[in-house]
């Protein structure tokens, strides 16, 4: 798992900025802490898959990124993902709760929410104080079909005037997501309980709520609503085994990332699923350095699913972070036999690849990680470091201003992609990535002086 801090708005690409980056004033970059970890992300895909199926998006486009936040609060920035705090994800207790979440969420980019948003950006007074993405993810999503995404969402006090979602489009949201639940064999249940879960904030003042409440106003209305549902149609929805694992194996990874290895030795005999159980104890011995006890742990938890890439992934983190590179790269290959298209395994990888000496390699892995997620803050470490060592200084320059730029630091930015535009050929890919850069990097440092 890594730790990856990044502007609030870091995937809205370059075309709609150039478009709106006039009405910004100065104001500092505000940023979120993204877990990038393969398995936390395809547990919560396995969830999410009937849901957007349901509501007519591509399970395959969209990604379930989790923000190392322990509020709770959910919400979507674009077209492409929908983001989840890890305090939600810890704090509910059943898989329909967290799918319920999700489904909500996943009606606001159904419906149209976030293009009908965008025209009142022009009033928002609250604009200077958004921490905006920079244009390198309309290039590094391959332009088109990225450069359609369109910001909204929120989770936080500066955004509450901005973004803050109307009653009727709250209202809407949950009616969908009642129908996407009801279309997938979910139980209702879960939204009306995610509900109650949140309707004590009303009680709160505003500035002790959670963001969530801040974005999704709660009301007993909306609960009747959801309980009226339920009894008009009843509950017809299948016990899911296959969803309450994928719950667990997300919610076990997360906590045992987030709280102490104590904690999570203490608690892991609680987990009645064997595999789930290894490995949150594997993560705990690797965080309390005793590399011998987390082998054992994560090749226990292999051993009861041999064909899973995301545990064979995890014994590749642990030995590399323990400086067993040769070891580490023997792992990651099994991983990547195992999921040769995932990119956070293939980020992982390139990572060992470069540790071994391995740069040619390393650059070839990590080249494919990236076109496949542009949003992995280490793999553009990494991937810099491998065109620096292979000699294509122009091309490491490039992949340093689009990190500098995600993570909402435009000056930085700035720098780097005029030097890979002065060390590129005019015209070729690279030259253009760093085009797109560099004009919204001056834009937004004009705006801030």
């Known amino acids: 798992m890594?730790?990856?801090?990044?502007?609030?708005?870091?995937?809205?690409?370059?075309?709609?900025?150039?478009?709106?980056?006039?009405?910004?004033t100065a104001g500092s970059a505000s940023a979120i802490t993204l877990l990038r970890d393969p398995d936390i992300e395809n547990g919560l895909e396995e969830l999410a898959f009937?849901?957007?199926?349901?509501?007519?998006?591509?399970?395959?486009?969209?990604?379930?990124l989790v923000v190392d936040d322990s509020s709770l609060n959910a919400f979507v920035l674009d077209h492409?993902?929908?983001?989840?705090?890890?305090?939600?994800?810890?704090?509910?207790?059943?898989?329909?709760?967290?799918?319920?979440?999700?489904?909500?969420?996943?009606?606001?980019?159904?419906?149209?929410?976030?293009?009908?948003?965008?025209?009142?950006?022009?009033?928002?007074?609250?604009?200077?104080?958004?921490?905006?993405?920079?244009?390198?993810l309309a290039a590094a999503a391959g332009g088109g079909e990225a450069a359609m995404g369109i910001a909204a969402g929120t989770q936080s006090?500066?955004?509450?005037?901005?973004?803050?979602?109307?009653?009727?489009?709250?209202?809407?949201?949950?009616?969908?997501?009642?129908?996407?639940?009801?279309?997938?064999?979910?139980?209702?249940?879960?939204?009306?309980?995610?509900?109650?879960?949140?309707?004590?904030?009303?009680?709160?003042?505003?500035?002790?709520?959670?963001?969530?409440?801040?974005?999704?106003?709660?009301t007993r209305?909306?609960?009747?609503?959801?309980?009226?549902?339920?009894?008009?149609?009843?509950?017809?929805?299948?016990?899911?085994?296959?969803?309450?694992?994928w719950f667990a194996r997300v919610r076990g990874k997360v906590s045992a990332f987030s709280r102490s290895s104590k904690w999570t030795l203490g608690r892991a005999a609680e987990e009645h699923h064997r595999d789930i159980r290894m490995m949150r104890e594997a993560i705990a011995w690797h965080r309390d350095r005793n590399l011998a006890q987390a082998r054992a742990a994560i090749d226990a938890a292999i051993a009861e699913r041999p064909d899973d890439a995301y545990y064979v992934e995890l014994k590749g983190q642990i030995l590399i972070e323990h400086r067993q590179t040769q070891a580490a790269v023997a792992t990651y290959k099994q991983a990547v036999d195992l999921a040769p298209n995932n990119a956070l395994?293939?980020?992982?990888?390139?990572?060992?690849?470069?540790?071994?000496?391995?740069?040619?390699a390393a650059l070839e892995v990590l080249e494919r990680a990236r076109a496949r997620d542009y949003r992995d803050i280490r793999m553009l470490r990494d991937l810099a470091v491998a065109y620096s060592k292979t000699g294509?200084?122009?091309?490491?320059?490039?992949?340093?201003?689009?990190?500098?730029?995600?993570?909402?630091?435009?000056?930085?930015?700035?720098?780097?992609?005029?030097?890979?535009?002065?060390?590129?050929?005019?015209?070729?890919?690279?030259?253009?990535?760093?085009?797109?850069?560099?004009?919204?990097?001056?834009?937004?440092?004009?705006?801030k002086r």
Request: glycine share 8%; net charge positive; hydrophobic share 45%.
């Open 345 to 360: 395994i293939l980020a992982g990888y390139g990572r060992a690849l470069l540790g071994a000496g391995q740069d040619k």
């Open 80 to 136: 492409n993902a929908i983001f989840i705090h890890s305090g939600l994800i810890e704090k509910v207790q059943r898989a329909d709760v967290l799918q319920a979440v999700i489904a909500h969420e996943a009606a606001h980019i159904a419906n149209g929410h976030i293009a009908r948003r965008i025209g009142n950006l022009e009033n928002a007074r609250t604009l200077s104080r958004l921490g905006l993405g920079l244009s390198l």
């Open 221 to 245: 209305d909306r609960i009747r609503s959801a309980e009226t549902y339920l009894e008009s149609y009843g509950d017809q929805a299948p016990a899911n085994p296959d969803a309450d694992y």
């Open 157 to 218: 006090s500066a955004l509450r005037g901005f973004l803050k979602h109307t009653r009727a489009e709250e209202t809407a949201a949950d009616n969908s997501a009642v129908s996407y639940l009801r279309w997938s064999d979910i139980s209702i249940k879960g939204l009306i309980d995610l509900h109650r879960t949140f309707a004590g904030q009303e009680l709160l003042s505003v500035e002790r709520q959670d963001p969530y409440m801040q974005s999704h106003p709660l």
């Open 50 to 64: 009937p849901i957007l199926r349901a509501a007519g998006l591509n399970p395959r486009r969209i990604k379930l």
């Open 392 to 447: 294509n200084d122009g091309m490491a320059s490039v992949v340093t201003a689009e990190r500098y730029a995600l993570q909402g630091r435009p000056e930085d930015a700035l720098i780097h992609a005029r030097r890979a535009v002065g060390a590129l050929p005019t015209g070729s890919p690279g030259w253009q990535r760093a085009q797109d850069v560099l004009l919204a990097s001056e834009r937004s440092v004009k705006r």
């Open 2 to 24: 890594a730790f990856e801090r990044v502007s609030r708005l870091a995937s809205i690409p370059a075309l709609f900025l150039l478009t709106i980056l006039w009405l910004v």
